[in-house]
């Protein structure tokens, strides 16, 4: 008896149902988030600090818990927000205070203006998008290998309370772009 043809069949019947079964109804859809424009800023030869922006939405709700890219790229990968005084600045803000002289030096007349770590993540609201953008929420890249240069490509994946693991790549260009 030629058992080939039977277990040809029995292997395919189970490739079958296994691709089916990945193609069926998930409830984990309706809590992806949508990441659109993800880019960074190239960097000067002797930087060694770095930034990812994008914009998120997710349609359910979620957090952004942290964010990594290869280990030849940065050392240490940190979701950040620009604050002053300790206060959050969204990016309207921050583009007021860094138009004409009121910003000098990371000072803003009398306030101190920085950055600091959100390690309890960053909300994402039902259905609103959130933008990490300069002056306001970004993913922050320390201890770089190498400078950024435009045109390099930075591949970071987000990890998000709810949708889990989203691999997206950071295209370098200038801010101006």
Same mark, same amino acid.
């Given at each position: 008896?030629?058992?080939?043809?039977? !277990?040809?069949?029995?292997?395919?019947?189970?490739?079958?149902?296994?691709?089916?079964?990945?193609?069926?109804?998930?409830?984990?859809?309706?809590?992806?988030?949508?990441?659109?424009?993800?880019?960074?800023?190239?960097?000067?030869?002797?930087?060694?600090?770095?930034?990812?922006?994008?914009?998120?939405?997710?349609?359910? /709700?979620?957090?952004?818990?942290?964010?990594?890219?290869?280990?030849?790229? !940065?050392?240490?990968?940190?979701?950040?927000?620009?604050?002053?005084?300790?206060?959050?600045?969204?990016?309207?803000?921050? /583009?007021?205070?860094?138009?004409?002289?009121?910003?000098? /030096?990371?000072?803003?007349?009398?306030?101190?203006?920085? =950055?600091?770590?959100?390690?309890?993540?960053?909300?994402?609201?039902?259905?609103?998008?959130?933008?990490?953008?300069?002056?306001?929420?970004?993913? =922050?890249?320390?201890?770089?290998? !190498?400078?950024?240069?435009? /045109?390099?490509?930075?591949?970071?994946?987000?990890?998000?309370?709810?949708?889990?693991?989203?691999?997206?790549? !950071?295209?370098?260009?200038?801010?101006?772009?």
């Amino acid at each position: 008896m030629n058992l080939k043809k039977p !277990a040809l069949i029995l292997t395919a019947i189970v490739c079958c149902g296994a691709l089916l079964a990945a193609c069926g109804s998930d409830d984990s859809a309706n809590e992806g988030v949508a990441v659109s424009d993800p880019w960074t800023r190239i960097t000067a030869p002797t930087a060694t600090t770095g930034a990812v922006y994008m914009d998120l939405e997710s349609a359910d /709700g979620d957090r952004l818990v942290s964010a990594s890219v290869p280990s030849g790229v !940065a050392g240490k990968v940190e979701v950040h927000e620009t604050v002053t005084n300790g206060e959050s600045m969204d990016s309207g803000e921050m /583009g007021d205070a860094m138009e004409g002289d009121a910003m000098e /030096g990371g000072m803003e007349g009398d306030a101190m203006m920085g =950055m600091r770590e959100m390690k309890d993540g960053l909300e994402l609201p039902a259905g609103e998008e959130v933008s990490l953008e300069p002056g306001s929420y970004h993913v =922050m890249l320390l201890e770089l290998q !190498a400078p950024i240069a435009e /045109g390099d490509t930075i591949p970071v994946t987000l990890m998000f309370e709810k949708a889990g693991e989203v691999q997206v790549d !950071a295209e370098a260009r200038d801010a101006e772009s």
